[in-house]
């Protein structure tokens, strides 16, 4: 198919390299050029300047982009993805942001006649270079079922959610679960050290119980051994907690857990550790307690 790919983050990189690879003729576009120029010589397919020129013939164009404004950017502003895609074609975005930009650009798509998909993805840069994140998607099921198997390229699963912002809303259960699994799991191997115990032993025997998961199985070591320059940043994950909460006001949802989480991934970025993995919470009880 001809596909476009808007965004070469760390996740939309390896993500349009998938595509590539399967065959499918791909243009890329990227604020900074170079990346895109980088991309181009590791993988066979082309570039364009803007969001627009680049979705031109495509069938269905793809996006993974930053926040809020940068995907009201990229789909709606000038030069954006809505003024190359002709009526017929599909925009799906792989931008965790909130339900309520991603139920604004199906209206926005769906006045020219253009399906929207919001795809928020879970996995991690790993799983986005190994073709294997888990996709959530909001939209209507006709949409669906043409992108799926395109979808399918880089994930182990492709889910729909339910209507519009569906994928989004799902994407905030998955932070809001990461967020106290993480602080539990710091917990836990903060307990370990502090009582004499051999944390990596500790995690290795309960790994195969009830308290197992992936965070453990794929952040336990390195946290004990002090390691963050990997994953997903604290700025992010506070990004994407600030969406959850902005949700639950309005949805009436508690999340006191999250809410103190937040806080302390906030006492993370003021220990300078934005880019740090978000399995620094660790660090907070190793130097304060």
Same mark, same amino acid.
């Given at each position: 198919?001809?596909?476009?790919?808007?965004?070469? +983050?760390?996740?939309?990189?390896?993500?349009?390299?998938?595509? =590539?690879?399967?065959?499918? %003729?791909?243009?890329?576009?990227?604020?900074?050029?170079?990346?895109?120029?980088?991309?181009?010589?590791?993988?066979? /397919?082309? $570039?364009?300047?803007?969001?627009?020129? *680049?979705?031109?013939?495509?069938?269905?164009?793809?996006?993974? !982009?930053?926040?809020?404004?940068?995907?009201?950017?990229? &789909?709606?502003?000038?030069?954006?993805?809505?003024?190359?895609?002709?009526?017929?074609?599909?925009?799906?975005?792989?931008?965790?942001?909130?339900?309520? !930009?991603?139920?604004?650009?199906?209206?926005? @798509?769906?006045?020219?006649?253009?399906?929207?998909?919001?795809?928020?993805?879970?996995?991690?840069? @790993?799983?986005?270079?190994?073709?294997?994140?888990? #996709?959530?998607?909001?939209? %209507?099921?006709?949409?669906?079922?043409?992108?799926?198997?395109?979808?399918?390229?880089?994930?182990?699963? !492709?889910?729909?959610?339910?209507? =519009?912002? =569906? +994928?989004?809303?799902?994407?905030?259960?998955?932070?809001?679960?990461?967020?106290?699994?993480?602080?539990?799991?710091?917990? +836990? #191997?903060?307990?370990?050290?502090? @009582?004499?115990?051999?944390? $990596?032993?500790?995690?290795? !025997?309960?790994?195969?119980?009830?308290?197992?998961?992936?965070?453990?199985?794929?952040?336990?070591?390195?946290? #004990? *051994?002090?390691?963050?320059?990997?994953?997903? *940043?604290?700025?992010?994950?506070?990004?994407?907690?600030?969406?959850?909460?902005?949700?639950?006001?309005?949805? /009436?949802?508690?999340?006191?857990?999250?809410?103190?989480?937040?806080?302390?991934?906030?006492?993370?970025?003021?220990?300078? +550790? /934005?880019?740090?993995?978000? =399995? $620094?919470? &660790?660090?907070?009880?190793?130097?304060?307690?």
């Amino acid at each position: 198919m001809k596909l476009a790919f808007l965004g070469l +983050g760390v996740m939309g990189y390896p993500m349009a390299g998938h595509l =590539s690879r399967a065959g499918h %003729e791909v243009t890329v576009f990227n604020r900074t050029a170079g990346k895109a120029s980088k991309w181009t010589k590791e993988f066979a /397919g082309t $570039s364009a300047p803007t969001p627009a020129a *680049a979705v031109r013939d495509a069938e269905i164009a793809l996006m993974c !982009v930053g926040n809020d404004d940068d995907v009201r950017a990229v &789909i709606a502003g000038k030069n954006g993805a809505l003024e190359g895609m002709v009526s017929g074609t599909i925009l799906v975005d792989h931008t965790t942001a909130s339900a309520q !930009v991603a139920r604004e650009m199906f209206a926005a @798509a769906k006045a020219k006649g253009i399906a929207f998909l919001d795809a928020p993805v879970s996995g991690g840069q @790993a799983g986005a270079e190994n073709g294997k994140l888990t #996709i959530m998607v909001g939209g %209507e099921p006709a949409t669906f079922a043409k992108a799926e198997a395109v979808l399918a390229t880089y994930a182990r699963a !492709v889910t729909l959610m339910g209507a =519009s912002g =569906s +994928g989004q809303l799902t994407k905030m259960v998955n932070q809001i679960c990461i967020a106290g699994l993480v602080q539990a799991l710091s917990e +836990g #191997i903060n307990f370990a050290t502090r @009582a004499g115990l051999d944390p $990596s032993l500790v995690l290795d !025997v309960i790994s195969k119980g009830a308290a197992q998961s992936w965070q453990m199985e794929n952040r336990g070591k390195t946290m #004990i *051994a002090d390691k963050f320059d990997f994953g997903f *940043a604290v700025d992010w994950m506070r990004k994407d907690l600030a969406i959850c909460l902005a949700e639950a006001r309005a949805n /009436g949802a508690a999340l006191p857990a999250t809410a103190l989480v937040d806080q302390f991934y906030a006492r993370v970025q003021a220990k300078e +550790g /934005g880019r740090w993995d978000t =399995s $620094s919470l &660790i660090r907070l009880l190793r130097e304060e307690g």
